[in-house]
């Protein structure tokens, strides 16, 4: 037998489900709209007030079913997880960062938006990351920063994983664009209201590509997500906002900069045996 169409593929995919998500009105509409090539749920009903599953606010939600293969539910859960850790972030920044540094702003450059499948044949390293921090007064590019989102604190980690791709994408963004890039883990976690719940930015630490490489310890192929090959960092070169605050207040994006200039590109990783 066939298995049911993808809304976000559009087409048969194998392991294809129907998908359940609590979303209000507006979300439902984005999702259709962007993700699911403008195909109404399949099934929406029942109004109750709780978190929806795209905007993470309390508003009046539906239970909304889509046929989905499992990685199209997998991409389109992680919106709001990519949403709610940007959010963070710039409140974080704002609130410890901001004050030591008032003449670097952050602009969001690779914003969260739903989009439908698309096959890509070969895939592209990335261009830009999440954040560029900018001179305010010149308008002066100084460094990337880009997100990562985990529902661990860094206390509680082991290593710290970056998948060999995403490593990829960060080296090839500071190759193209000559700045330098810090790394930042959000983690966050849920608040349940049955049968929704949302999700709450808890902590943030950053580093910088160079602490990253002086950190590496080896490779290994994740268990699940189709066994991609992750790079393991020792979550020691992380560190508090308010360390970078007073970093950048003594200059250290030029230092960065320098470096870069100096050293080359970081090699993020190595092959390991294992
Ligand atoms: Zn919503
Ligand atoms: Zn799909």
């Excluded at 999702?31 to 795209?54: N, W």
């Excluded at 080296?171 to 664009?177: A, G, H, Q, R, S």
Aim: glycine residues 4%.
């Amino acid at each position: 037998m066939q298995p049911p169409i993808c809304a976000r593929h559009g087409k048969p995919v194998r392991n294809t489900q129907l998908a359940t998500f609590f979303l209000c009105d507006d979300c439902c509409e984005e999702l259709s709209r962007l993700a699911c090539r403008g195909e109404p749920p399949v099934f929406r009903e029942f109004d109750l007030i709780g978190f929806c599953g795209l905007c993470n606010e309390s508003r009046c939600v539906k239970l909304t079913q889509w046929y989905l293969c499992e990685d199209c539910q997998r991409v389109i859960n992680s919106y709001r997880l990519g949403r709610v850790a940007a959010e963070y972030a710039l409140q974080q920044w704002d609130t410890l960062v901001t004050p030591s540094v008032p003449h670097i702003y952050l602009k969001q450059v690779d914003i969260v938006q739903p989009q439908q499948y698309e096959r890509r044949r070969k895939r592209e390293p990335a261009k830009q990351l999440d954040f560029l921090a900018v001179e305010r007064a010149s308008y002066q590019p100084l460094f990337w920063l880009e997100l990562k989102t985990g529902r661990n604190a860094l206390s509680d980690m082991r290593t710290f994983q970056l998948d060999k791709s995403d490593c990829d994408d960060v080296l090839n963004v500071v190759k193209v664009t000559g700045l330098p890039a810090l790394l930042c883990h959000v983690c966050v976690a849920q608040e349940f209201q049955p049968p929704t719940s949302r999700f709450i930015g808890a902590g943030i630490w950053w580093t910088d590509i160079f602490a990253m490489r002086d950190s590496f310890i080896e490779i290994r192929r994740r268990r699940f997500d189709s066994g991609k090959e992750a790079a393991h960092f020792d979550p020691t070169c992380f560190r508090e906002l308010n360390v970078l605050a007073k970093m950048l207040s003594q200059g250290y994006h030029f230092a960065l900069q320098w470096r870069l200039a100096r050293e080359g590109i970081p090699q993020l990783y190595r092959e390991t045996k294992r």
